[in-house]
């Protein structure tokens, strides 16, 4: 009788503990998804910001072209051609990142990968710097439409 409610103690605690143990697992079965799914939010945020450049710097260069035709002066057109050619990288750029960020998604979603907690971190830092890059096009991208609005008022007023 001892015997048997010593056994029966045993299988109730090995019990408990497994149903404790499913249970942080499934918690952080649920954490990781949700991490991952957030991951994965940043990096659709992060290309879809780079579709908006590239179509700001794909207008700007139409603008800066229509510029170049109405501008008098040489030294002004250099200006107008420097500027347009800027524009035209930095949608070069902002292509080659959304790019990346692709690439840096499907890694993002590659399990096995990112059962290497070494892994897991790389891909979360370099996940973090393609969102720095992507703000720092973004910044580049409006100082070089500032610059686009001088250039027109200098193209529209005529002067060099």
């Known amino acids: 009788m001892k ?3 010593r056994t029966a103690w045993m299988i109730l605690v ?3 503990l497994t149903t404790g143990a499913q249970s942080v697992l499934a918690q952080n079965t649920g954490q990781r998804q949700r991490q991952m799914e957030q991951q994965m939010a940043q990096m659709q945020q992060t290309m879809h910001r780079m579709d ?3 179509l700001r710097t794909n207008q700007m260069s139409q603008n800066m072209n229509q510029y170049m035709e ?3 002066g040489k030294q002004l057109r250099n200006q107008i051609r ?3 050619r800027m524009s035209e990288e930095l949608g070069i750029v902002a292509g080659t990142l959304k ?4 690439r840096c998604q499907v890694m ?3 399990r096995e990968m990112l059962r ?3 892994m897991e971190r790389d891909v979360t830092r370099l996940r973090e710097q393609m969102r720095q890059m992507s703000t720092q096009v973004e910044d580049a991208v409006q100082t070089m439409e500032r610059m686009t609005d001088r250039l027109r008022l200098r193209t529209d007023r005529g002067t060099n």
Not at 99 to 102: C, D, L, Q, V
């Open 3 to 5: 015997t048997l409610n």
């Open 14 to 16: 090995v019990g408990l």
């Open 52 to 54: 908006r450049v590239m």
């Open 70 to 72: 109405r501008a008098q």
């Open 82 to 84: 420097m500027t347009l």
């Open 99 to 102: 790019g990346a960020a692709e």
């Open 108 to 110: 993002t979603q590659d």
């Open 116 to 118: 290497d907690r070494e």
